[in-house]
């Protein structure tokens, strides 16, 4: 057999050190470990995952038959990857997994998700919302950024939710992540496109797929004393939803840039803000039973500028997907229509681009701030759209690209441009998600939140002491998630264990 050597110098497991050696593939360790555990070690770390996890008394004896069962046959995967006959203290260092890192396993993979800290945010809170457009809070990310983020993201998280628990009519009961705010309205849009009326006869289960208006959103106020005095001032939060029926996928399908309403539009001035057709369809089309998604928004954000009127007050519109190319609209609208009308600032996830450079130069100038969490295995982030101003943020680069290219971007109708400040993260870094995750889980907004959660620069690992449980992307994108982290183990759902898998701690632990 071919032999193995180790590039680095050193590895470091579980508080024990190895050498390498340049002439040979054996680990040379610093303190003396057995290389073969004995089978006592063995049953004594197994019993400890069976107390870490609590596992009901009733399940002992079928314990110690699988325990028995385990080492005599190697069935488990470390076994079947025969880890052992390459390194072999390898071996005895995941056989020497501790109670602590086991606790840890347990909490992440709960149910419940545990979140960092609040912190008194002050006079801070204008920072947060963009003031400085973000500079210095990104790479590294500050810590109350990065909880605000997840804080918005499990927002969108109610709204689709909510929607999903009756999606043929209106959410009753919205449970909302944080008992600090209301629900004062509920938001609807209105598709443009028209479908036969056989497709609901063929799909009559499916109906909500084909409605020509759909719930995709709600806004929600900030109503107790005490979160007002550590938030700094009293927050409206705007949630939108991502595409869910079938005539919001049509809409997302109309990729064309078309002019935004003007008091005085010159159509021959081909430096006007544009827009995607299909995403400024569902945002200002009305019905006879409704009126659009932007006037209702509007109306609701001036009656409640007007009732807290002397207050310290702040807009955050926050969505993922689709929802958050219309919080771009939103956000646009409301600066523009709303008398007085609060500091207002975007915060989104895995956004498409929404319209041209024009388009961006009108918010930057309103005075919106739009801060954009980008997943960068994420497609959507990259669409609709030829030519893009991708660059226009970097240090040292002048936005005129040249004569032809500027001609080109602005009587090209697919010349798109996105808006805003970046936070990027990468798929890559989260020692729990595959590094080839699938187009869905890319896309998927918990998995953002997980990267957010786990972010700290774009040139450190994850973030060892991350909060969040990942016990939800274990039920939703289970095949996207690493072997060792799938839980086949742990079926912490019915409080005991089932099948005692190997399960690693986390590479950042």
């Known amino acids: 057999m071919q032999t193995l050597t180790p590039n680095t110098d050193l590895f470091h497991a579980k508080g024990r050190y190895f050498t390498c050696s340049t002439q040979t593939s054996t680990f040379i360790p610093t303190k003396p470990l057995s290389v073969f555990p004995t089978r006592k070690t063995n049953r004594e770390h197994l019993k400890n995952l069976e107390n870490v996890l609590k596992t009901s008394s009733n399940s002992t004896d079928s314990f110690d038959n699988k325990l028995s069962s385990r080492q005599d046959k190697s069935t488990t995967l470390l076994g079947g990857l025969n880890l052992a006959r390459l390194w072999p203290q390898m071996k005895a260092a995941v056989d020497e997994m501790s109670p602590k890192n086991l606790k840890r396993l347990q909490r992440l993979l709960s149910k419940s998700s545990e979140r960092s800290p609040k912190n008194k945010l002050g006079s801070k809170w204008r920072e947060l919302h963009g003031s400085n457009n973000w500079a210095g809070l990104l790479d590294p990310l500050d810590e109350n950024l990065r909880r605000e983020l997840v804080r918005y993201g499990e927002f969108v998280q109610a709204a689709y939710h ?5 999606p043929e009519g209106s959410p009753r009961d919205m449970a909302l992540p944080d008992g600090s705010y209301k629900v004062t309205k509920s938001l609807y849009a209105t598709s443009s496109v028209r479908l036969p009326k056989w497709i609901d006869d063929v799909a009559p289960d499916l109906r909500w797929m084909t409605k020509q ?5 709600y806004v929600a106020v900030c109503d107790d004393p005490r979160e007002i005095r550590r938030m700094g001032r009293r927050e409206i939060v705007i949630a939108l939803r991502g595409t869910a029926t079938l005539l919001e996928w049509s809409e997302n399908f109309r990729p064309n840039l078309v002019s935004m309403p003007e008091p005085k539009p010159d159509p021959s001035d081909p430096t006007r803000p544009k827009v995607e057709c299909g995403f400024n369809s569902l945002y200002t089309t009305g019905s006879q039973n409704a ?24 807009i955050s519109v926050t969505g993922h997907s689709l929802g958050a190319a219309i919080a771009l609209l939103a956000a646009d609208d409301i600066a523009e229509r709303v008398p007085q009308a609060p500091p207002v600032s975007v915060f989104s996830f895995g956004g498409p681009r929404v319209g041209n450079r024009e388009f961006a130069d009108r ?33 040292g680069q002048n936005r005129n690209t040249g004569g032809i290219m500027e001609m080109v971007e602005k009587n090209n109708p697919w ?33 953002y939140l997980h990267l957010v959660d786990g972010f700290l620069a774009s040139n450190c690992p994850f973030r060892a002491n991350a909060k969040r449980s990942v016990r ?33 701690p986390s590479p950042s632990s």
């Open 162 to 166: 909510a929607f999903h628990s009756d």
């Open 291 to 314: 009126p659009s998604l932007a006037d209702s928004l509007v109306a609701e954000i001036s009656r409640l500028v007007d009732r807290y009127a002397g207050e310290e007050l702040s």
């Open 472 to 504: 939800k992307l274990l039920d939703e994108q289970r095949s996207n998630v690493k072997v060792l982290y799938t839980g086949k183990s742990l079926k912490l759902y019915r409080g005991t264990v089932l099948d005692y898998g190997d399960v690693l």
């Open 213 to 217: 208006t759909s719930w995709v959103g």
């Open 415 to 447: 010349a798109y441009s996105h808006v805003g400040a970046e936070l990027r993260l990468d798929m890559k870094m989260s020692p729990y998600l595959k590094p080839n995750a699938d187009v869905a889980c890319c896309h998927d907004l918990e998995a």
């Open 363 to 395: 918010l930057d100038s309103k005075g919106v701030k739009v801060l954009r969490v980008v997943n960068s295995q994420d497609v959507v982030t990259k669409v609709p759209g030829i030519f893009t101003d991708n660059d226009k943020n970097k240090q």
